[in-house]
Every structure is written in C-alpha cells, then in structure tokens.
C-alpha cells in the first residue's frame, strides 16, 4: 500500500480509495470517420506500456470521486508528479511525447 | 440546459401526520431503544443513530454565482475549501468535491429546502434528495478513535482531523463519510444498503473496550 495525493482532496490518501484508469492524454479523433480501421483499433485499443515513466489516469473513487492524472516509474512504483485533468504534465521523459 | 425552474417535479417525501405511515429508519430491526443503556458509563464507545435525517446532494460549480445563491438560502456559506463542513443549528453542509456538497437537516424541514432551490437556484446545477439512501451513525467516547483505526485508513490524529473535517472514505468493506464532531465525537453518514453491515462491524471493532447504545 502507498499513499496518493489527490490534487482535488489536497492530501495524501491510501490507495485503497483509489483506481488507476489506464493511459492518460489518449484524446479522442476529431473525426473517427476518416480514420483508418488501423488509425481507430490504435486509437482504441493499444496502449503504452513503458518502462519507467508512464502518465496514468485515476480516480479518487472513494473520496471526492474525482479524474486526475499520475506520473508514476513503472519501475519502482514512484510517484513523480499528480496533476489535475487538463493540464499538462512538467515530469516528462526525454522519449516520451505527451 | 433550460433556465425554466419549474422543469422538475418534487414531492415531499415525508409522509404527512394524518397518513397511516410509520417511518423505519435503516436499523429499525435492531431496535436500538431497547437495547439503550443509559447506565454503562464504562463503555469506551457509545453509538447512536441519527435516523430519517433528510439529506440533499447540491452539485454546482464552485465559480458559478449560484454559490452565493445557495448561500442565501442556506443562511450559510457553503464550505468551499476541502475537506471541511459548516454546521448551524440542525443544518450540516458537508464538502464531498470541489463541486459536490451533502446537506443535511431535520426531515420535516427538507421539502422547503428543496423547494427553496428549485425556485431560486436558476442555473446549471443539480440537486438530489437522497434522504431514503443514507443514514448517520454517531459515534463518541474516550476509544472512538481507536475503534475507527480498525476500520478506516484515513489518519484520524488531532493535527490531521480536527474538529469539523469531513472525508469520504473507506469504511471497513464499505464507504462512508466521517466527520468529527467534537474532541472524541464522530458521525458516519452511511448508505442505507450497508447500515446494517457497518453497525455490525462497529459492535465487533468496540468489543474490546465496550459499547453503549445512547438514544
């Protein structure tokens, strides 16, 4: 167990209340209809799956029920930035383009 | 989103004195009055159940001006910052989300709550009478905490949870929103469905240091 901070909650709360919802920055086509069925099962089904720094989405779902966005080292487990939906991550590695 | 404030029909959900309804709160089977014990000054957790309390679920941006409206109405300035709770005679308004609150007072005043805020409240906001979904369990004495340490991972130390700190949270499997009332008071706003699970759980974490039922 670790403990998160929410940035909606302002304090570090245990995982337990928590869930990671996947890859985070995934936005959504414009317009789906000109996309390849390539470009759209990338779009919707393949996902990043670095080793170290990875941009997660979760939710508070057991407080304040609220999206935000983690950076997190896949490989020691390392929180290294939390911020709100919408804005964009400062921790970013060299290979990764957000 | 429409600005008519007539668009939704409310009803008052509690039913009047002439009509042949009882109101059973969540741990009516229990019985909670016979099984009172005014007399065990020794227990180190006394429980009580603030049952059929009305509770309404404002939901608002807090940038929007129906937050002062809300104010007005109220009589009370909702409490922006998180984690925090106002509390003015029987009216408790708990931060849940930066736009999310719960409002609770007694059950015969919520209908004109409610109808206050659909009159006055025009704008992009919801509001949700979940009075029959919840209940409030209080919770007081010198082992309360030690009791809700079993239960709930939140840090619940003097410096961390003062007086008047609200958090939703896990609560044993379940949820709940705590609040602390006072020095060693608590109150738990649980929902309905797990009433009785927690109120089982809560006589089992209390057993060592011994539990009271208070009226």
């Known amino acids: 167990m670790f403990h998160i901070y929410c940035p909606h909650c302002c304090e570090h709360r245990e995982e337990e209340e928590f869930h990671v919802k996947g890859q985070a920055h995934i936005a959504r086509p414009v317009d789906p209809e000109a996309l390849s069925d390539e470009e759209w099962g990338n779009y919707l089904y393949f996902r990043k799956n670095p080793r170290g720094l990875h941009h997660e989405l ?34 970013v590695s060299p290979a990764d383009k957000v | 989103m429409s600005e008519t404030n007539s668009a939704v029909a409310i009803m008052n959900q509690v039913p009047g004195s002439d009509a042949d309804v009882r109101g059973e709160s969540p741990l009516h089977h229990v019985g909670l009055a016979d099984i009172t014990d005014q007399s065990n000054g020794d227990a180190g957790v006394v429980f009580s159940e603030a049952g059929l309390l009305g509770h309404l679920t404002l939901r608002c941006e807090p940038s929007s001006p129906l937050i002062a409206v809300a104010q007005t109405i109220l009589g009370i300035a ?49 509001l949700v009478n979940g009075s029959g979904g919840m209940t409030v369990y209080k919770l007081r004495g010198r082992h309360v905490v030690d009791m809700l340490k079993k239960s709930t991972p939140v840090d619940l130390h003097d410096s961390e949870f003062p007086v008047g700190k609200v958090v939703s949270t896990v609560f044993a499997k379940s949820g709940a929103v705590i609040r602390r009332t006072g020095e060693s008071e608590f109150e738990l706003v649980v929902r309905r469905s797990f009433a009785d699970y927690i109120w089982l759980w809560i006589q089992d974490a209390s057993q060592e240091y011994g539990l009271a039922v208070a009226s």
């Open chain 1, 58 to 91: 979760w939710v508070h779902n057991a407080g304040c029920r609220k999206f935000f966005n983690v950076t997190r080292d896949t490989v020691t487990y390392e929180i290294k930035e939390v911020y709100k939906v919408g804005e964009q991550p400062s921790v």
């Open chain 2, 78 to 126: 909702l409490p922006l910052t998180p984690l925090t709770s106002v509390e003015q005679g029987d009216l408790v308004v708990r931060w849940i989300a930066p736009d999310e609150w719960l409002i609770s007072l007694p059950n015969d005043q919520v209908f004109d709550l409610e109808t206050r805020f659909r009159a006055e409240m025009n704008g992009h906001h919801s």
